[in-house]
């Protein structure tokens, strides 16, 4: 469906320049305003020690950063009709894709395409199913490798990696920047595009949650579990962090209530797990279709 914005509506960054910590507060304290304060929510990724953050209001109007981090070609995703962030492996069989928004929608969702200096060839590949369908890729089922990210709060990622590079803010967007257009949709369960299946039943042993309820997806092994965000804070509670086990994998969770954000680490160490946070609704729509795909391929 169409988003009702063309192609390249919002224009995806490539290889975007970067800042420090330090310069950020620079910047904050130079513009008397607020390019990130401590509440701002960003996606973090973490490649050999070599981490940056990414905030949310900057990718409202961009979607999709195609970066370099320690080496790795990777993207970084947000869909704010969705609330998905996910962390790509931008190499695909023989290929380094520069992924860019398509202006088209699937449930809802973010669909992007793989940018060709002649625009031949070109695949379509959903945000949240992970996985080319439509194009060339599609007809070779290819995937895109879902890498460890966490969505958590500035203050949280900055005192976790002081060292961190961050997401620099481009010219011509900044008073964008400045705005969220997506508040109001945000306030209430309603829908702006068709979706479907709609959840009729909440995940096995919970209440039932809202079409917007955040939940994040941690994948252990050959599966992903989802637990509700505010779940999460609530487990962790006054100390803020919580620890379990699933399908033999440690967990840890970091959590934050101002806002409410949850990060999911590998047992102690400071390694994170494969995560991918998403409205209830977009996360099982999603999902459905892939778990459906891969009855009938098996």
């Given at each position: ?9 919002l ?24 390019y ?18 990414y ?12 970066d370099?981090?320690?080496g ?13 962030s ?5 190499i695909?069989?023989?290929?380094t ?14 669909l ?9 060839d ?60 997506y ?10 595009f ?16 809202h ?39 440690s ?41 459906a ?6």
């Open positions: 469906m169409a988003s009702g914005l063309p192609k390249d509506g224009p995806a960054l490539v290889h975007p320049p970067l800042m420090s910590v330090s310069e950020v507060d620079s910047l904050n304290k130079a513009e008397r305003g607020k990130l304060v401590p509440t701002d929510r960003i996606i973090g990724f973490v490649r050999n020690g070599v981490a940056r953050a905030p949310l209001r900057v990718l409202n109007w961009h979607e999709v950063v195609n370099t981090v320690a790795q070609p990777v993207a970084i995703t947000f869909n704010p009709l969705c609330e998905s996910v962390v790509f492996q931008r695909v069989a023989t290929d894709l520069e992924l860019r928004v398509s202006g088209l929608l699937y449930n809802s969702n973010l992007m395409y793989d940018h060709r200096q002649h625009g031949e070109e695949s379509l590949w959903s945000q949240l199913q992970g996985r080319a369908i439509a194009g060339p890729a599609a007809a070779k089922e290819l995937t895109l490798p879902v890498l460890p990210c966490v969505v958590v709060s500035w203050h949280a990622w900055r005192t976790w990696f002081p060292e961190s590079m961050v997401l620099f803010p481009t010219q011509q967007f900044r008073e964008r920047y400045k705005r969220n257009p508040g109001v949709y945000h306030g209430s369960d309603k829908l702006r068709p979706v479907r299946p709609l959840p009729t039943a909440p995940p096995s042993g919970r209440e039932a949650l079409y917007k309820e955040r939940i994040v997806a941690v994948h252990t092994g050959d599966n992903w579990q989802i637990y509700p965000l505010a779940e999460l804070v609530k487990r962790c509670g006054e100390g803020g962090e919580w620890l379990t086990y699933q399908d033999g994998v967990l840890r969770f970091l959590c934050g209530d101002k806002p409410a954000t949850a990060a999911v680490f590998l047992g102690d160490s400071r390694e994170l797990a494969p995560t991918i946070y998403a409205f209830w609704f977009a996360w099982y729509a999603h999902r459905s279709v892939v778990s795909n891969s009855s009938r391929t098996d």
